[in-house]
């Protein structure tokens, strides 16, 4: 995780780093995605109890919630944590505003903003034409300090989008932001890989600090290591005939006389049930395949290509050695979802 911030900083340098630990660090845990990016410049993150923990745990360092506050009453969270937040609609600038009518102190702390504008994504934020009476709004808030202005891309893994590409993206963001001072942040992890002008101020990388791609190269291409690795071993062995069948559903029928392992994982853990036959795996650092539906506990590989595999085998359904993209793009999903569905009942091990 360290080697991959590294990497971020690397195609961005003379930005900032927001480093992502949402959804529990994507799976990381969040405790070990402080320790991992103690070296970032502010951590991201949705949660406010989340964002609440870290400074428990000692983060003194800039937080910011990415998707902003919720209710009125969370403010008097982020003013007593010095929470950074975004604001993305007209509902949470009314709740700045009646807080600032009804503060009774006469100078209230101060908190920082991050206004979002919806440059092309078209899930949070205010639309160019809307952006700067936002902005002027905000400013008019006696209680607002700073204002940074952010976007989010929605296709910066994809060069060639023909309906809403990065460059229209930053294009859009520059043109109605112009004039206005703040700090800016527009990249995520593909912007931070593949679009070296979308610096700016700030860059907000993700999955890529947990060795995941983005897209539009492996992980590997990018320089990236995996930071989690998904293991288990074999617990049993099956001698399958031509016509046996295997697991839930009979859904795998061996067309010849086959061995199969039976890996000690599951959808509880985390592994994805809608992974087909042909997912790859790694048993005793071969590569094979899975074979047959995915249950709660259990998982099924073909041996064929490992004979002297058995009982205790180790066995590596993702991480070092089988990039989690693979895995995920079997599964028809990303990396991403299988980080952060890791179980609670997965032991973790601190390499």
């Given amino acids: 995780m360290r080697h991959n911030l590294a990497v971020a900083r690397q195609h ?13 660090a994507y799976g990381h845990g969040l405790e070990r995605g402080m320790r991992a990016f103690a070296d970032a410049d502010g951590l991201g993150l949705i949660e406010i109890d989340g964002a609440v923990r870290l400074r428990e745990m000692g983060w003194q360092k800039p937080v910011l919630l990415l998707e902003g506050f919720f209710h009125a009453e969370d403010l008097d969270v982020l ?34 903003v991050h206004l979002k504008m919806n440059s092309g994504m078209n899930r949070l934020g205010f639309a160019p034409s809307a952006y700067r009476a936002a902005y002027a709004r905000l400013r008019a808030i006696p209680h607002v300090r700073n204002i940074s202005l952010m976007t989010h891309f929605a296709n910066a893994d994809d060069g060639e989008n023909a309906i809403m590409s990065c460059a229209e993206q930053i294009r859009r963001f520059h043109e109605a932001s112009s004039g206005l001072a703040g700090e800016r942040s527009l990249s995520n992890s593909a912007g931070d ?44 062995v099956q001698e399958l005939a031509v016509g046996d069948a295997v697991g839930y559903g009979s859904r795998f029928v061996a067309a010849h006389p086959m061995r199969i392992g039976v890996v000690a994982c599951g959808y509880a853990d985390g592994y994805p049930r809608h992974a087909p036959t042909g997912t790859p795996v790694l048993v005793d650092g071969v590569r ?48 991403y979802e299988l980080m952060c569905a890791l179980a609670q009942r997965v032991r973790v091990v601190e390499a």
């Fill in 288 to 335: 094979t395949r899975t074979v047959g539906q995915v249950s709660m506990d259990m998982i099924t590989v073909d041996l064929g290509a490992i004979p002297n595999a058995g009982v205790g085998s180790q066995v590596v359904l993702w991480g070092k050695g089988l990039p989690i993209d693979d895995v995920a793009h079997a599964a028809g999903t990303i990396g």
């Fill in 193 to 236: 890989l593949l679009h070296e002008g979308a610096a700016a101020d700030w860059v907000r990388p993700g999955i890529m600090l947990y060795g995941g791609t983005p897209g539009g190269k492996t992980a590997e291409e990018f320089g990236l290591l995996p930071a989690m690795t998904l293991t288990s071993e074999i617990i049993g």
């Fill in 79 to 112: 003013i007593r944590h010095e929470l950074q937040t975004a604001v993305h609609c007209d509902e949470q600038i009314a709740m700045l505003e009646r807080a600032s009518s009804v503060a009774n102190s006469a100078t209230p702390p101060g908190l920082d």
């Fill in 12 to 24: 961005a340098p003379q930005a900032k780093v927001w480093a992502v630990v949402k959804a529990n």
